[in-house]
């Protein structure tokens, strides 16, 4: 790949990934970020997780995944519980607020995700997705 590809490639990326966060923040007046929903998918696929399992999942560091948090209790979209067995272990859990507004995101993803990627095959939407996930997959040891 000759030089002046990889920094095309990455603006493009970048632009057509600022263009959905802008469209996004447009359409979802919820005042959430999408880490805020990635947070409350996770707790909705997988039930209430401690805070450190949410960080590995969602490659995000454990101060962030604090942070975020911090809004989804306050907004009652989420709630802290204690282990019964082990007090010292606190995990975060979904409430019916936090499913409401994933369901919510998630039909207003699907209309934006229809308005953006119009020209795409659904099957080059699923090529996207995979190719973007194998590309986060590469750690930083990979690169010389």
């Not at 359409?27 to 970020?33: D, M, P, T, V």
């Not at 409350?40 to 997988?46: A, K, P, S």
């Not at 997780?49 to 995944?65: N, Q």
């Amino acid at each position: 790949m000759k030089e002046q590809t990889i920094f095309e490639l990455i603006h493009s990326m970048d632009q057509f990934t600022n263009k959905l966060l802008i469209q996004w923040n447009k359409i979802f007046k919820e005042n959430l970020g999408i880490s805020h929903i990635l947070l409350l998918g996770h707790l909705n696929r997988h039930g209430k997780s401690r805070p450190s399992d949410i960080a590995k999942t969602l490659g995000l560091t454990p101060p962030s995944v604090t942070h975020l948090s911090e809004k989804l209790v306050k907004r009652n979209l989420a709630v802290r519980q204690v282990d019964e067995k082990d007090r010292r272990i606190v995990y975060l859990a979904i409430t019916q607020g936090g499913i409401d507004i994933v369901d919510k995101a998630h039909d207003e993803g699907r209309i934006l995700r229809e308005n953006l990627l119009e020209k795409l095959t659904e099957d080059e939407v699923t090529q996207l997705l995979v190719l973007y996930e194998k590309l986060n997959k590469v750690g930083h040891r990979d690169i010389p």
